[in-house]
């Protein structure tokens, strides 16, 4: 086992320096997408079926779809699926996100949307029951994850539906700017440091938030899952707008909130959100771009990424520091990230 992780402590930090890797192999997908695209003309709706963190991929897939390509698109629990499965036709397209290609809920969820819709795939386990039943496949071209907590994967599952809706809209200029993304992830693994002595720093807090607006609101969520799955710290994600209905009661002196802060159409708004909990006690730690004077200023904590990845692309380079972050507080209370209690890699029971 020690020779597959090649020099690195845990697979889950070997697979996260691999996502720059993980992209640039599914970016080749690019052929095999546009085939699927021209071929699916006719829908008028798209529903994404998913479990764990490829729930959190879906969510990013409903703003592109529907912001990009003006299709309606849901985005289902496998588990709740059947609330839902009577209004599928045959102009719907149901997508369905899954590492393994095995999730029993997400299995159970394709073989009834075959029956009156267009399946389509996103699997990054060749050969797996999923790519066998449903009608389209795209694989992620991530490599085999060992940690049980999702990381190249998911952005190797995002880069699929990135790369689905930049075709499905025609939109050149976003695929041209995917090509770029690869090129971020070297910078950001640098300053890993900044992210260590942050986890040192906040190892005994007992709840964190993390709050987003719009592209970043997914980031947000995945950003909590993780923490939860190998850190055992309590992590709630909120859509930054839903914080003063609920969650402001919980922010007191030193809870802290983790602002997932693209520069971007949302970037007003977030940061008076920001301004709030800061208000209240909370200890800000801050992902946002380099020239963000504004940010700089106000945040307890700081991670930086270059101001060339705005909101649109946030998803996937903004979840690095976040994955990290959890990364290292599991170090820092002495767990094993890749083998989390209660959890298992692939769920094959309903
Ligand atoms: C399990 C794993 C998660 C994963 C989820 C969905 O809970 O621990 O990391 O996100 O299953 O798995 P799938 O293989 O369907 O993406």
Not at 238 to 259: M, N, T
């Amino acid at each position: 086992e020690m020779a597959e992780k090649e020099g690195y402590d845990y697979f889950m930090i070997k697979e996260i320096n691999e996502e720059g890797t993980a992209i640039k192999n599914t970016l080749t997908e690019k052929d095999n997408i546009k085939k699927i695209t021209d071929d699916l003309s006719d829908i008028n709706r798209i529903v994404f079926v998913a479990c764990g963190t490829s729930y959190h991929a879906s969510l990013t897939g409903k703003y592109l779809l529907e912001s990009l390509a003006g299709i309606p698109t849901d985005v289902l629990l496998a588990s709740e699926f059947k609330y839902s499965e009577n209004t599928l036709n045959d102009e719907t397209l149901v997508i369905f996100i899954s590492q393994s290609g095995e999730t029993a809920d997400t299995l159970k969820a394709l073989n009834i949307a075959n029956e009156t819709s267009k399946t389509l795939a996103i699997v990054n386990v060749a050969g797996s029951s999923a790519t066998r039943r449903a009608k389209y496949v795209i694989h992620t071209q991530a490599g085999p994850e060992i940690g049980v907590a999702a990381t190249k994967t998911y952005v190797s599952q995002l880069t699929s539906i990135y790369l689905f809706a930049a075709l499905l809209a025609h939109d050149d200029n976003l695929l041209e700017r995917l090509q770029k993304v690869p090129e971020y992830f070297e910078d950001i693994l640098k300053d890993s440091e900044i992210i260590e002595k942050m986890a040192s720093k906040y190892k005994y807090a007992q709840d964190f938030f993390f709050i987003g607006r719009g592209y970043a609101y997914p980031i947000a969520l995945e950003g909590a899952l993780k923490l939860k799955e190998i850190t055992y710290i309590h992590g709630e994600g909120y859509a930054a707008g839903e914080l003063k209905h609920g969650p402001l009661a919980l922010i007191d002196q030193g809870v802290p909130v983790v602002v997932v802060l693209p520069p971007g159409e949302n970037h007003r708004k977030t940061m008076s959100n920001l301004e709030e909990v800061k208000s209240r006690g909370a200890d800000v730690i801050a992902v946002g771009s380099f020239n963000d004077e504004k940010l700089i200023s106000k945040a307890n904590d700081l991670f930086l990424i270059n101001d060339e990845v705005d909101d649109l692309i946030a998803p996937l380079v903004y979840i690095i520091p976040l994955q990290l972050l959890s990364y290292y507080i599991a170090i820092e209370r002495g767990l094993d990230p890749d083998k989390p209690k209660n959890l298992a890699k692939c769920v094959t029971v309903e």
